[in-house]
């Protein structure tokens, strides 16, 4: 039974490390200062393990169900914890699921297949998730690698998978592809059963978040989930992305006449002249620049457009 049974993956979560003596076992004492250490952060919705972040690759079953146990008794009464399921096989990835479902996980992160660096399908994709949603009844994140690797899913694969697998409920992209990432943030949280999109982009995360990711899935968060709380609420508090979409549109010249546009109905400067060959803005694209200021609550509804 899950420790969290009402989570859904969204938020800022955290992967940790796992610490190892120096004859590289496990060093539990280390693991749990540092779990207990992260999951002391304010603003947090979970905390994952048996990641990449935990080097799951080197470690064994019984170890993934070891770092599940410590986690579980020193922070499973305060934060929802993600199993990582990496696994070649799907049977091993159900044996998996199953056991982090016992042991108090809340929620399943699914690798994808190693074989499939050297091709894939659709139905390989929804035979390997079905095999683990049976499993288990907790939500599955779908890790989303980049296409060139093979293990990322295209886009039309991502869509069946998701129709065919309901508990999939979030992806964790990594595609690192910036057209493909807004893609499947507008479509995949658009859906009638929407999937959440877990960025972990970390090195443009800032970029990443704006264009309106529900949370954030990263293993540098073992070490700056502070920050990473910090940077998402600010951007789910003040909705960047209407303005980006506004101000850097077609043609993107106009960029910087767009806000100027935007002071004059801010009331922060008296008018929006520009230099030749820029031309001012028309009113229709003033009026889109005054609706995205509303948007990003910056500005009144019934505040007057620039003349």
């Known amino acids: 039974m899950a420790r969290h049974p009402a989570f859904v993956p969204a938020g800022v979560i955290p992967a940790v490390l796992l610490p190892f003596e120096d004859d590289l076992s496990i060093d539990e004492q280390s693991f749990r200062g540092h ?3 992260v999951a002391a952060t304010e603003g947090l919705s979970a905390i994952t393990v048996n990641a990449h972040s935990t080097e799951v690759a080197s470690c064994t079953f019984e170890e993934q169900r070891r770092v599940m146990d410590i986690a579980a008794d020193e922070i499973g009464g305060k934060l929802p914890i993600v199993h990582g399921v990496w696994a070649d096989g799907s049977q091993e990835a ?17 690798f994808p297949p190693g074989p499939f660096t050297l091709g894939q399908n659709a139905e390989m994709a929804i035979a390997h998730f079905r095999r683990i949603g049976d499993a288990s009844d ?29 508990s999939i409920r979030a992806i964790k992209d990594w595609t690192n592809n ?27 995360l800032f970029s990443s978040l704006v264009l309106g990711c529900k949370g954030l899935l990263s293993g540098s968060g073992s070490v700056i989930a502070d920050l990473q709380a910090r940077l998402f609420d600010a951007v789910a508090a003040n909705d960047l992305y209407p303005l980006s ?36 803005l028309g009113a229709a694209e003033i009026e889109r620049i005054r609706a995205a200021l509303v948007e990003a609550g910056l500005l009144e509804r019934r505040a007057s457009r620039a003349a």
């Open 245 to 280: 979409r506004a101000f850097y549109a077609d043609p993107f010249v106009d960029m910087h006449n767009r806000m100027k546009e935007a002071l004059v109905l801010l009331g922060r400067i008296p008018r929006a002249v520009v230099r030749p060959p820029l031309v001012k």
């Open 94 to 110: 159900a044996r998996i699921a199953r056991t982090a479902t016992v042991g108090g996980a809340s929620a399943l992160l699914v």
């Open 178 to 204: 910036v057209q493909l990432h807004e893609w499947q943030v507008r479509t995949l949280q658009s859906l009638p059963r929407p999937v959440n999109v877990l960025s972990t982009h970390s090195s443009w």
């Open 35 to 37: 779990l207990r250490h």
């Open 138 to 166: 907790l939500p599955i994140i779908a890790f989303q690698y980049p296409l060139a690797t093979g293990q990322g899913y295209p886009p039309e694969t991502l869509l069946r998978l998701l129709d065919a697998v309901p």
